[in-house]
């Protein structure tokens, strides 16, 4: 099972908006709504921000969001802050296992 | 609110096998799904199995079979990954994560162990 495919790195002012995106197949993006995404900040765990494609656990702000077009999704961050620099991850179910993203480093400029 | 703490750092030898625990606390650990992610130094994240404890059952990535094997004690409500034929590549720190369930599973980790530090170094 291969990796699913991210940008190495973006970058954003702050205020402004950035899109990740977090390509595979048919046989995981494209083939469940099970797409997560994730924050990690140096030498700290993941934390999940994103579930089920575009559903936000409690207590993550509304400026981040989801969504999923065939085998490509998508996290978007509004009104970047200086805090939002960190290291994102994909993840998607496949069929009895899970599969990530290589991760991709947001710069806030 | 559950917790998730994770056994300490090893140096292990190449060739041996480690097995790094994970204790649960604040919840109902047998209604959990526990999954196991590894990230080397610099790199990605990379999910290796989980086990549902309630069931005994794990599953694992294609990439670690026969090379690992995850298990958990409902009694004391911990979850282990054992990880044998250690090779340098398997340098990372092991993380134990666990499901969140809407209904079910739905493939997303919500609580994350501290992480175990794994190096492996003749």
């Known amino acids: 099972q291969s990796a699913l495919t991210q940008p190495p790195s973006a970058s954003g002012s702050p205020g402004q908006s950035v899109t990740i995106s977090c390509t595979g197949t048919s046989s995981d993006v494209g083939g469940y709504n099970y797409v997560s995404w994730y924050q990690q900040h140096p030498g700290k765990a993941p934390k999940l921000m994103i579930y089920e494609v575009s559903k936000r656990p409690s207590g993550v702000p509304d400026r981040f969001s989801g969504s999923k077009s065939g085998n490509t999704a998508s996290l978007t961050v509004s009104g970047l802050q200086a805090e939002d620099e960190a290291d994102y991850y994909c993840?998607?179910?496949?069929?009895?296992?899970?599969?990530f993203g290589g991760g991709t480093k947001l710069t806030v400029l | 609110q559950v917790q998730l703490v994770q056994s300490g750092a090893e140096v292990k030898k190449p060739g041996s096998s480690v097995k790094v625990s994970c204790k649960a606390s604040g919840g109902t650990f047998s209604s959990y799904t526990i999954s196991w992610v590894r990230q080397a130094p610099g790199q990605g994240l990379e999910w290796m199995g989980r086990i549902i404890p309630i069931l005994g059952i794990a599953n694992y990535a294609q990439k670690f079979q026969g090379r690992v094997t995850i298990t958990a004690d409902k009694s004391t409500s911990t979850a282990y990954m054992e990880l044998s034929s250690l090779r340098s590549e398997d340098t990372a720190v092991y993380y134990c994560?666990?499901?969140?369930?809407?209904?079910?599973?739905?493939?997303?980790?919500?609580?994350w162990g501290q992480g175990t530090m794994v190096t492996v170094s003749s």
């Open positions: 993840s998607s179910y496949a069929g009895s296992l899970v599969v």
């Open positions: 994560a666990r499901e969140l369930t809407v209904a079910g599973t739905v493939y997303a980790f919500d609580i």
